[in-house]
């Protein structure tokens, strides 16, 4: 009887192993982005592993963000940004070709969710500042709309300054992972841009109004009313 040729699990299990042990070896000694790592000797060392073993596993971390190898200098602690995370939604959504619509529908529904949740804060935690920020950006949009150009830098800058005022980094990161694989998708299937550009504008003031109004309500639902044109938009493309 003829033998099947073994499955690669013991290999899989132990590279696994040893990118977990680097990554808490990262943590143990709080190494910060831009930190040096140990030699390929001393993780081979620390470790107990062969060197292809070491270089398979820093490969597959360098993958994730969270190492750099820079070659000819050596290796070091990543950003651990999100691009594998907006890398894999692209192609994800990408990839179902038979549904293009419907998988970008679920992209934005996570945006939506987000987005919807974290407004409420916002209009008790804004500051005049802040509002006039959001209120120049709104005012560049009508500029481009009047000049007939498109502004989907624009957008995002809208929404990257909409939530500084929460504190927490991760969410302008999260939210412009999501913007990106958006982007993306658009320009590999052809989309034309926004067909009603000042609808766009005013949603937008809209946000603003609310916010400066400190009416948590109204901010949820013009960014509801948002989304709604998104959508709408992402079905006649």
């Known amino acids: 009887m003829r033998r099947m040729p073994a ?20 943590l143990d000694r709080r190494l910060r982005p831009g930190a040096p790592l140990p030699t390929e000797a001393e993780l081979m060392e620390d470790l107990g592993v062969s060197r292809n073993s070491v270089r398979e596993a820093l490969k597959a971390l360098q993958a994730l963000d969270i190492v750099e190898i820079r070659h000819g200098y050596g290796t070091y602690v990543g950003e651990a940004s999100l691009t594998p995370l907006v890398d894999g939604l692209t192609f994800r959504t990408l990839a179902r070709h038979d549904d293009d619509t419907g998988a970008l529908a679920e992209i934005l529904q ?34 481009a709309v009047r000049a007939g150009r498109s502004f989907p830098e624009l957008d995002r800058q809208f929404h990257e300054l909409l939530y500084v005022p929460l504190g927490n980094p991760l969410v302008p990161q999260l939210l412009g992972a999501f913007w990106t694989v958006f ?30 109004a400190r009416d948590a309500a109204g901010a949820q639902r013009a960014m509801e009313h948002h989304f709604r044109g998104i959508e709408a938009r992402t079905l006649t493309r």
Request: proline content about 4%; cysteine-free; overall charge positive.
């Open 183 to 212: 982007r993306r998708v658009a320009a590999a299937r052809g989309w034309r841009e926004d067909p009603r550009p000042e609808v766009t504008v005013r949603r937008h003031r809209d946000i603003v109004t609310a916010l400066r």
């Open 7 to 26: 499955q690669p699990r013991n290999t899989e299990s132990g590279n696994s192993r040893i990118r977990r042990a680097v990554v808490q070896l990262i």
């Open 110 to 143: 996570v945006r939506e969710v987000l987005e919807e949740g974290l407004i409420r804060r916002i209009a008790g935690t804004a500051d005049e500042a802040e509002l006039d920020a959001l209120e120049a950006v709104v005012s560049r949009m009508e500029n």
